[in-house]
């Protein structure tokens, strides 16, 4: 792997996560490991990791309360390990916005494959969209529509790249706050979210007043809906 993804374990059973970590690292991954609830939003803060390897009884804190705020921003893959086999544990957890959910024990040539094809997924990211007339290449910042180019600004190509990625699925204001304009913590008012928005609306909309592409929903975020050619 020449740019190797980052997988964070976090297992409550020492020994399983280090089985776990050294099969991983002998097929090229980057690993860090926690045993503890309480410990795994400061170790996914620092390490980055594209993937987590989340228990469910966990000391401190519940693995479901962690997938739940892992999943939040919808950068980070997340494949539950757990033995809960019940159908309304997986069905919790998979509502909650994990990528899979395996049960315990599980096989490892399994587990592996598992998590190529999550971090396959999970991967993919949008170089090109269609908006009606207007076409957003994210690869060149270019955006053109029948009458020229349609000038955008980087946030303005970073926020359409963010909610088409999760087209026809609600991301809320403070998300698009920490995860497009970068603030950790939202202590102020989301007017500037709404500000965006209503300036590009006025760039892609046929009619901003009534927006075929990103809708308000619930009043309380945005949702855009694509159509690619």
């Known amino acids: 792997m ?3 993804k980052r997988i964070l374990i976090v297992e409550d059973d020492v020994g399983l ?32 990791p594209d993937l987590v390897l ?10 479901f309360d962690l997938c739940s705020i892992l999943r939040d921003g919808g950068r980070v893959a997340v494949i ?11 069905l919790r957890g998979l509502n909650l916005g994990a990528d899979d959910y395996i049960t315990k024990p599980f096989d490892l040539p399994e ?28 690869t060149a910042l270019r955006a053109t529509g029948p009458h020229g180019e349609v000038h ?12 088409a990625e999760r087209q026809d699925r609600f991301v809320r204001r403070d998300e698009l706050l920490r995860e497009v304009w970068g603030f950790p913590d939202v202590l102020d008012s989301t007017r500037s979210v709404d500000h965006a928005i209503v300036r590009l609306r006025k760039k892609i ?25």
């Open 2 to 4: 020449t740019n190797p």
């Open 17 to 48: 996560a280090r089985v776990i970590a050294d099969n991983l690292r002998f097929e090229g991954y980057q690993v860090d490991s926690t045993h503890r609830g309480d410990e795994a939003m400061g170790r996914a803060r620092s390490f980055c």
């Open 54 to 63: 989340l228990d469910v009884m966990l000391p401190n804190r519940s693995g």
């Open 80 to 90: 539950i390990l757990s033995a809960l086999s019940q159908r309304s544990d997986k």
């Open 111 to 138: 587990l592996l494959a598992r998590i190529r094809a999550v971090l396959r997924r999970s991967n993919r990211r949008l170089d090109r969209i269609v908006l009606g007339p207007i076409t957003i290449d994210f």
């Open 152 to 163: 955008l600004t980087h946030r303005e190509f970073e926020i359409l790249r963010y909610l």
């Open 205 to 229: 909309e046929p009619d901003p007043h009534d927006p075929q592409f990103i809708r308000t929903v619930h009043g309380d975020g945005y949702c855009l809906t694509r159509s690619d050619d």
